[in-house]
């Protein structure tokens, strides 16, 4: 999402496709072991681009559970869950 090595990616995702949502789980802790990864849950579509949502999840994101975590993606609760819906998405390239 960030490095200069998925340029081609963004632009290929940013030109066909529409994205639904972006989750960054960089200071979650996503695998059962230590690993050096900035994991990111992002889904995307084949059809026109809408309205996006965009979260960012701390540590605490464990402890929630499935569906309080999808009410704070869907806005019905706060939490641990930096959420916003974008009405627009990038295009092009850049990080």
């Known amino acids: 999402m ?7 990616l963004r ?4 030109s066909k496709f529409s994205v639904e949502a972006v989750v960054q789980m960089h ?3 996503a695998f059962d072991s ?4 900035y994991p ?3 889904v ?8 996006a949502v965009v979260a960012c999840f701390d540590p605490e994101v464990e402890q929630i559970g499935v569906a309080a975590l999808m ?3 869907q806005g019905k609760s706060q939490g641990s869950t930096n959420a916003a819906k974008v009405d627009h ?4 390239s850049s990080p």
């Open 89 to 92: 998405w990038f295009t092009g």
């Open 27 to 29: 200071h979650a802790d």
């Open 11 to 14: 632009r290929l995702v940013t």
């Open 34 to 37: 230590e690993v050096s990864a």
């Open 71 to 73: 009410d704070q993606l």
């Open 2 to 8: 960030f490095n200069q090595y998925g340029a081609e």
């Open 40 to 42: 990111a849950v992002t």
């Open 44 to 51: 995307i579509r084949n059809g026109p681009q809408g309205s």
